[in-house]
């Protein structure tokens, strides 16, 4: 007692129980107290509702039974008392969700030792330990200690650190707020609480966690400006929030960098946010009154198209033609049922094809424009294309008159050679236009109509169809995050039967290898005989018992060895039984027991030439 072990009185919950046992077994390590004796010292500090339970276990087993209680039994004895299974659970809970918060990784694996301390089911054996302080890392490094694959914790903790730091130093995590952890105040755990009484022992380290994050932000150093902060946004500025509110043409419901209006809102023409909402504008000319597709801009510059499309694209390039071309990638294609997508013949050539009535003109990659071996001509002037994410790019040459194959038709189409992601070529309003195509979204078809009056059907392709190919980068990726990954090796099974045409030597002779057998051997001057030992008495065997299956195949096989004559009934007393083998294919191979019949067989015995013999 002279370590001054921590009392318990029964009152501190689950957590504070938990903290006794860790104390107290700390102390006995300390005073190298004999095992046989901890319960003795561990119950002499009981207090309260605790000692009151010890005393009536001591009424209930006697004074010597309960003192001689092994100390793993008393700790299951006394958190069935104290420890409710709620209470586990939830600070079971809290270890699982337990999270690095920005680059506090000092915080972090503090708290995380401590919940492996109170929580002994989840952090044993060492790899589930490892696996939740794994997971609760920051995203920026979590998939670099995953890779390391220690099967301890003390380097899995020097790695974060080291990982965490160069992260820091990078950008990639915010500076630490403030150095606390390890100082006497701030490293105690809240559900410690002070020496006195009047501590909180039951306050779990999620609510540390909480105080000591509030407490960083607080010693930050805030905002020393003399703006009011807006409870909106949580930033300082004067006048009414602007939160949602697109910088450039000062409407509400995106941002900058998804705007698609071409022209910048002027200072008199900023509105409150209301009135924004309710008088929505042009996303192609900025006016109010009418939306993008109602514009007499618009309809002006689809009439120039389709006048270039008839009269040389030219035109359009001399009055500085500006395309439009919200290219998507093939994954947002299988779900958008505004665009149909399927492979198709350009120049004889398959090429996968995006019909966009987003896109302004057609357009080609320049990876499949170098393939066409069709001559460039030169714009005038570059066709401006501007892009989804509102960069433009020029194309200063146009192909013309390529041939577009579809459903059995062919289609002249002029390209504008560009960038593109997904697909190799992007079918615009120029040409749907021109050819009065429609968009059947439910179908996903291109509906084309024709001079005989029945229209043209182009079937796109199905979502399920195309396959997600990733490179080699992403792959490696995905493993080190931990993906599942399966190698597929494809075999063909069915071999080629080999003929004897294919053997050198074999196919030279080819009445020895004749491909069925003529049947019976002929009679000839000298009869085969078998000679037998004297005095052998002929040798029959019963038959094995078969199944019903086996017996219908017996039955066959000696059926068809009748019919093609290589064998014949026979009457002789000798006799071997039959028994049958399953071959790979499943089929049964017919075998037969001559075991008895060579005990009583005289071997053939051929003297083998010698070398010098030959040489004589």
């Known amino acids: 007692m002279d370590c001054k072990p921590l009392p318990f009185n029964g009152t501190e919950g689950a957590i504070g129980l938990l903290h006794w046992i860790e104390k107290i077994e700390a102390v006995f390590a300390v005073c190298e107290c004999p095992p046989a004796n901890w319960v003795k010292f561990a119950t002499a500090t009981l207090e309260g509702s605790a000692l009151s339970w010890w005393k009536a276990q001591i009424q209930m087993f006697g004074l010597e039974t309960a003192n001689a209680t092994a100390w793993e039994d008393f700790k299951d004895m006394i958190k069935d008392e104290y420890c409710h299974r709620d209470d586990i659970h939830k600070l079971e809970n809290e270890y699982y969700e337990l999270k690095m918060v920005g680059s506090e990784i000092e915080t972090y694996t503090k708290l995380s030792n401590d919940y492996a301390a109170l929580c002994p089911n989840m952090s044993r054996p060492m790899y589930r330990r490892i696996e939740l302080y794994i997971k609760g890392l920051a995203p920026e490094i979590r998939s670099h200690v995953t890779s390391a694959n220690h099967t301890t914790i003390q380097p899995i903790v020097r790695l974060a650190h080291k990982l965490t730091d160069q992260a820091v130093e990078e950008g990639r995590l915010p500076k630490r707020i403030s150095a606390t952890v390890g100082t006497s105040s701030d490293s105690k755990r809240k559900w410690e609480g002070s020496q006195g009484k009047d501590a909180n022992p039951t306050q779990a380290p999620a609510q540390q966690r909480k105080t000591e994050s509030n407490k960083g932000t607080q010693q930050q150093g805030g905002y020393r400006g003399s703006y009011p902060k807006c409870n909106k946004c949580n930033r300082h500025h004067n006048g009414a929030c602007n939160k949602g509110q697109c910088q450039r043409c000062h409407k509400v419901g995106h941002e900058a960098k998804d705007c698609r209006s071409q022209f910048p809102a002027r200072q008199n023409q900023q509105q409150p946010q209301q009135q924004q909402g309710n008088d929505r504008a042009c996303f192609k000319c900025g006016a109010t009154g009418h939306f993008k597709k109602d514009c007499p801009e618009l309809n002006q510059n689809r009439n120039n198209n389709q006048g270039a499309g008839n009269n040389n694209q030219n035109n359009n390039a001399g009055n500085g033609a500006r395309g439009r071309a919200f290219v998507i990638g093939a994954g947002e294609a299988r779900n958008d049922p505004n665009v149909v997508t399927g492979k198709f013949l350009l120049d004889d050539r398959y090429v996968s094809v995006l019909f966009d009535s987003g896109a302004d003109a057609s357009y080609v990659s320049l990876r499949i424009s170098k393939k066409l071996k069709r001559p460039l001509s030169l714009l005038s002037s570059p066709h401006i294309v501007e892009l989804a994410n509102g960069r433009n790019i020029e194309a200063s040459h146009v192909i013309k008159g390529c041939k577009l194959e579809l459903s059995g038709q062919t289609f002249s189409i002029d390209l504008f050679p560009v ?27 291109v509906r084309i109509p024709s001079r005989s009056g029945k229209p043209l059907i182009v079937q796109g392709g199905k979502g399920g169809e195309i396959s997600g190919v990733i490179s080699f980068l992403k792959a490696q990726k995905c493993l080190r995050k931990g993906h599942t990954a399966i190698l597929a090796l494809v075999t063909n099974t069915q071999e080629k039967e080999k003929r004897i045409e294919d053997f050198p030597v074999v196919r030279d002779y080819p009445e020895v290898f004749p491909e069925e057998l003529p049947g019976l051997p002929p009679h ?21 018992r078969l199944a019903p299956a086996e017996l219908k195949e017996l039955s066959t096989q000696l059926q068809e060895l009748l019919d093609k004559g290589f064998i014949r009934p026979s009457s002789s007393p000798w006799g071997a039984p039959v028994l049958f083998v399953k071959k790979k294919d ?15 067989t005289i071997k053939n015995r051929y003297p083998l030439p010698r070398i010098d013999d030959l040489f004589d």
Not at 419 to 445: N, P, Y
Not at 525 to 544: C, D, N, T, W
Request: proline share 5%; aromatic share 10%.
């Open 419 to 445: 960038t593109l992601g997904s697909f190799d070529v992007v079918i615009g309003m120029d040409w749907l236009s021109k050819h009065r195509a429609e968009i059947l979204c439910q179908e996903k078809a």
């Open 524 to 544: 000839r001057q000298v009869e085969f005989q078998i000679e037998l030992a004297p005095g052998a008495a002929p040798i029959a065997r019963a038959p094995y």
């Open 586 to 600: 499943g089929t049964f191979r017919m075998c037969i027991d001559y075991r008895e019949l060579n005990k009583v």
